[in-house]
């Protein structure tokens, strides 16, 4: 069952956040990488869950939403910081969707852990694997 949530909440999370950062964005396109990163989580979600449709790659999973938890935590807490100015802090919808996000990341990440923790002999099946196969 962890499974299936952790997949099925990337690609949700996935279609979500890109359409979220483009209407976000439009019109008012921040730093390059402060945006690049955003959808660099949608891809990496998006390729785990097609990697993971037989169960296997669990690890990509997990992974991809390491990735997303880490990028939601420091978004939050680099804007949270009081000495920001409050001209470049985000409005508080904004503020409230970063929470949101980081909530849903943290969903994904326990449940993609306890599917690769649940996954008997992962590590044995993947290092008798021949290489390309």
Known sequence: MPFFVSRYLALLFAVGLAIGETIISWGNWQFAPLWIVDYVMVVWLLYAYYKT???EYRHTLLAAW???LG????DLFVYA???VPANVRPAP???ALIV???VISLIGFVSALLATRAQPGAAAKQAARPPGG
């Open 71 to 74: 990028v939601f935590y420091m």
């Open 81 to 83: 910081d009081p000495q």
């Open 66 to 68: 390491a990735f997303t």
């Open 93 to 95: 919808v904004v503020m």
């Open 53 to 55: 449709r037989q169960s």
């Open 100 to 102: 949101l996000c980081l």
